[in-house]
């Protein structure tokens, strides 16, 4: 096969000062080349450790102590391998999920998956506008349905801050956010949660009872979320890399690695959270009053588990992280609903109006949520919202092994045979753990109610036709044929692929 020209494509830009903001990776094959590659992982990373992820560490270890710990091993393991495979489509390709998706599907469907990626970057938000809420509640006891309305305004603090430089504005949330986590870090040695018990958690499956698989999903939905992959696959066309196989080929190494690493940061946190719950919310001398908050802990309630570390400044302290966690995803899903929108419908939107949309449809829920329930019932939308994000999983999962295992799209880096089984095999296990979870929760349903017989069968004939209709949606996915007219890869010809870095891509940052 023909090779692209080693010195890869020269950048063209109508903006003069588009070649100071581009990361240009140098020809020479070399380990120092792995610093220009830095930066993608982390900011997907993001998603791993945001305010749904803490409200489901916390009530996993509160409920289950360390039993579902394997969940999050499960979990890491996958994203990774997941996440890596997203960034080669987009190193390969040149395009984007959501772009592949376009020029593959008929209108219908495309039309249907861009509707399901918009639902999972609501549902994604739902946890960021919840979690701002109750770190404005425990800084200056504002209620948290007013918390809720004023997360509006996080848009435009957002935009101010972004006039310095979005990876400043990144920096200073991760300094923020492993703030927390070194405080959970340091509370592992107070909690003294038991090492035998954490490694049998961490490596021991196990499932005890319908909350467990339902706390479960919700672990995986906060973990993999699915628009990370569309963020993913575009995010690594702002640099450009050489367009040669051996120039490929590396950039695909360094990312995996980079993602390795961020997400082994994100991994730690997670156990630390779910750890430091456990350990707290299951001593034999907690008091009455903490009792209490464990039996419905959610992140309104958490802050005492830091005591041990800052004392009377736990609250403030882990609110401040939670206020930074929430606002660092809100740019993760920023980036994410851009790219969306532009790979799927080929339409873009000003940053701060697609914000506003995103933020608008989120705030709605949780509103109504909060008046309704307080904190409580808002905590537990944060859990239903990380449930929403495992069952529209498969809809971004399903096309990118698709694409990432199709020659004709990949050349010469097509998926090897191991990993398509691997990632095939996971995708098929998390289907798997969401049906379980529908039917059951559906039979129980039927099962313990008062409802008539008539009302009864309806539900039934209800709830089993959305879970046919779920099945089919995926199986419509996994088992049509890609089109054979799709782009080549880079490797395979020059001139079927986009010039990278892509431009429009760095303009949306």
Sequence with gaps: M??????????????????????????NKSWKNFFAYLGPGFLVAIAYIDPGNFETDL?????????????????SCAGLVIQSLAANLGVVTGKHLAE?????????????????AEVAIVACDIPEVIGTAFALNMLFSIPVWIGVLLTGLSTLMLLALQRYGVRKLEFLVAFLVFTMA???????HYSKPDAGEVLHGLFVPQLKGNGATGLAISLLGAMVMPHNLFLHSALVLSRKIPRSAT???????????????????????NVSVISVSGAVCNASDLTNEDRAKCENLDLNKASFLLRNVVGKWSSKLFAIALLASGQSSTITGTYAGQYVMQGFLDLKLKPWLRNSLTRCLAIIPS????????????GKLIIIASMILSFELPFALVPLLKFTSCKTKMGSHVNHMAISALTWLIGGLIIGINIYYIVSSVIKLLIHNHMKLVLVIFCGILGFSGIAIYLASIGYLVFRKNRETSPLPASTSSQNVETLPRQDIIDML
């Design 367 to 378: 509103l109504v949520v909060a008046l309704i329930g307080g904190s409580a019932g808002a």
């Design 247 to 269: 120039g490929i080929k590396e950039a695909c190494r360094f990312y995996l690695i980079e993602s390795g690493l961020a997400l082994m940061v994100a991994f730690l946190i």
């Design 100 to 116: 592949h998706c376009r020029a593959e599907y008929s209108k219908v469907p495309n039309f249907l998956l861009w509707l399901v």
């Design 182 to 188: 070194t405080c959970f870090v340091i509370e592992l």
């Design 59 to 75: 009530q996993a270890g509160a409920q289950y102590k360390y039993e579902l710990l394997w969940i999050i091993l499960v979990a």
């Design 2 to 27: 023909a090779m692209a020209d080693a010195s890869g494509p020269q950048f063209n830009s109508t903006n003069g000062d588009a070649h100071s903001d581009q990361i240009i990776v140098p020809e």
